[in-house]
């Protein structure tokens, strides 16, 4: 076992105290920071060459802030003022890659802990993209499609100048969708004059978007969950599984699940949660959610007797063998935590970005819960993304089947570098640990031969 050396503790310690002091009023992005910078000691005593004075100064200074006005009319002739973010968080690997997310609670610290966790999970991927991150406190819920174009027009008549297939390519998140990149991607196209079909991801599959995009998120969480049980000799088949969420990743979760057998009992949003006896019915659930864009109790009313809907409480109650939290970040708790231990769940594995809380990190971990954290349980959503660019820029479009074995391939090799890589520091078992040096690594080789930029 690597041994640390204290004054590496003591400067990482004095480090996130320097993050707090500059970034006020930004919990999340602290959080983030803290959970990596609390791993990375190990790494930094073994390679001296990574305690570079600045290394990891540099890493945790987005390489740029774009912040800026949205003005946009509802359909009433209304005028609302909405801001919007793209944090440029490291391009050392490749061009910036993250999503826009559109949701009241989004403000700078939220996008800076997305562009943050975003280096290390594009890292992992083994893909070129650089991690970034935007968005905007627009709520799209409740809008008309009118609404919500005249927004997103708005919101790239400012963006487009900083974004481009070779510099920064945004995609999807909570809040923004096909319908989303749609109207983003139309108005790009305007203003630029340009088919550069390759800035944007989660485009519609008929006009550069790769299949298997949407799904990639959610299946690509339940391979990395499959995975962590194989290591200790189980699989998902006849498995009960809560799942959180009822957006893109809990819904194609979801089919995944059911897929290979396992029984997802539950989805929830903000009004609350679902639980199903029978497993949920992933074309019900697509339609009251992704058509009319309707609430999780709806889906309990259509569904008969097998389903009911309880509003508000925490879905972390229902008894279950694995978890998948797909929703938002910080929404499983300690007391959720406790609740899956006591019922015995095995796993834990992050589609949601940061959606377990460090407590509750800790007390799965100490239980022996296999955890994933999102910045590797999650990353099928932006390699597929990746994917979606090679084929933009070769001007071509892979077949299902293709996609779908290059994303198994992609979280396979995610697990086993994490899982070799926590052994090879200590920490058998401690995905979090691998996975945080494992991205570190190779995005801290890249940035040292590029040299103080
Ligand atoms: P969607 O907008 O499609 O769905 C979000 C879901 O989470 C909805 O059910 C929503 O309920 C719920 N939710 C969002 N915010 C809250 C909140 N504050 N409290 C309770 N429920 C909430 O988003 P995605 O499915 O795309 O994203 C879900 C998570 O996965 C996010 O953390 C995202 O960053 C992460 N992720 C997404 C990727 C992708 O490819 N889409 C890739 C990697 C990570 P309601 O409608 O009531 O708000």
Not at 60 to 80: A, I, K, L, S, T
Not at 354 to 362: E, G, K, L, R, S
Request: charged share 20%; net charge negative.
């Amino acid at each position: 076992m690597t041994t640390t050396r204290p004054d590496t503790k003591t400067t990482l310690d004095h480090l996130l105290t320097e993050i707090e002091h500059r970034n006020p009023a930004q919990p999340e992005f602290h959080q983030a920071a803290r959970e990596v910078l609390e791993t990375l000691a190990p790494v930094l005593a073994a390679r001296p060459e990574y305690a570079e004075p600045g290394l990891v100064e540099r890493l945790v200074e987005p390489e740029r802030q774009v912040v800026f006005r949205v003005p946009w009319q509802d359909d009433r002739g209304r005028v609302h003022v909405n801001r919007g973010f793209r944090v440029e968080f490291n391009s050392a690997l490749g061009p910036y890659k993250g999503g826009l997310r559109f949701h009241p609670s989004v403000n700078l610290g939220v996008i800076k802990f997305l562009g943050f966790e975003q280096i290390f999970k594009n890292a992992l991927t083994g893909l070129g993209i650089g991690g970034g991150k935007g968005g905007s406190d627009f709520d799209p819920r409740g809008r008309s499609d009118a609404e919500v174009m005249r927004f997103c027009q708005s919101f790239m008549t400012e963006l487009y100048r900083h974004i481009g297939e070779h510099t920064d390519v945004p995609a999807g998140d909570i809040g923004v969708g096909g319908r989303e990149i749609g109207y983003l991607f139309g108005q790009y196209r305007r203003i630029t004059n340009r088919w550069e079909s390759g800035v944007l991801t989660g485009k519609g599959a008929g006009w550069g978007g790769s299949l298997i995009r949407p799904e990639a998120t959610g299946y690509g969480n339940v391979l990395f969950a499959a995975a962590m049980l194989r290591e200790r000799g189980e699989d998902l088949e006849g498995q009960t599984t809560v799942v959180s969420g009822s957006g893109n990743v809990a819904i194609y979760t979801i089919e995944k699940l059911t897929a290979l057998g396992a029984n997802p009992v539950t989805c929830s949003d903000s009004s609350g949660y679902v639980v199903d006896e029978k497993g949920i019915d992933v074309d019900l659930l697509k339609q009251v959610k992704e058509v009319e864009r309707g609430r999780v109790g709806t889906y309990a009313e259509r569904r008969g007797a097998s389903a009911r809907f309880v509003p508000g409480g925490s879905v972390w109650e229902v008894p279950a063998d694995v978890a998948l939290p797909s929703a938002t970040q910080n929404e499983l708790d300690a007391e959720g935590a406790t609740a899956l231990i006591r019922n015995g769940v095995k796993a834990v594995s992050e589609g949601a970005n940061m959606p377990t809380t460090p407590d509750a990190v800790h007390l799965l971990q100490s239980a022996g819960v296999a955890f994933g954290p999102g910045k590797a349980a999650n990353a099928g959503g932006v390699a597929v993304s990746a994917l979606e660019m090679a084929q933009n820029h070769a001007r071509t479009s892979w077949p299902a089947t293709r996609v779908e074995d290059e994303l198994a391939a992609i979280m396979t090799n995610i697990h086993t570098t994490c899982h070799d890589t926590a052994t090879r520091y200590g920490a058998p078992g401690d995905y979090v640990t691998g996975a945080n040096i494992a991205g570190f690594e190779r995005v801290a080789d890249a940035m040292l031969a590029q040299g103080v930029i």
